[in-house]
Nanobody, 117 residues
Framework: QVQLVESGGGLVQAGGSLRLSCAAS????????MGWFRQAPGKEREFVAI????????YYADSAKDRFTISGDNAKYTVYLQMNILKPEDTAVYYC??????????WGQGTQVTVSS
């Protein structure tokens, strides 16, 4: 089992920045990827960014390219999402997700990001 705890959400004005953190615990040695998804009110959960834990390869949704950066701290088993030039449409609950070597996935409880115009 892997447990995930997110932090760093909040209220920010358009054009501002936030950094989200997600700390993993438990069977962290089995983690293959960690990533971020988000869900806005009335919408489906959508992919934002992902990092392959051992290789460091990253992938982004088109909406996140050039504004968001995902990174990881292997020693702390923590993944970060630096979000810059935030827009009101980035308002959502952001969820951390980990996938292990058995392709089991784990989710955090979510952290609210609100961007005011």
């Amino acid at each position: 089992q892997v447990q995930l705890v997110e932090s760093g959400g909040g209220l920010v004005q358009a054009g501002g920045s936030l950094r989200l953190s997600c700390a993993a615990s438990g069977r962290t040695s089995s983690i293959y990827t960690m990533g971020w998804f988000r869900q806005a009110p009335g919408k489906e959960r959508e992919f934002v960014a992902i990092i392959r834990w051992t290789e460091g390869t990253t992938y982004y949704a088109d909406s996140a390219k050039d504004r968001f950066t995902i990174s990881g701290d292997n020693a702390k088993y923590t993944v970060y999402l630096q979000m810059n030039i935030l827009k009101p449409e980035d308002t959502a609950v952001y969820y951390c997700r980990a996938v292990d070597s058995r392709v089991s996935d784990y989710w955090g409880q979510g952290t609210q990001v609100t961007v005011s115009s």
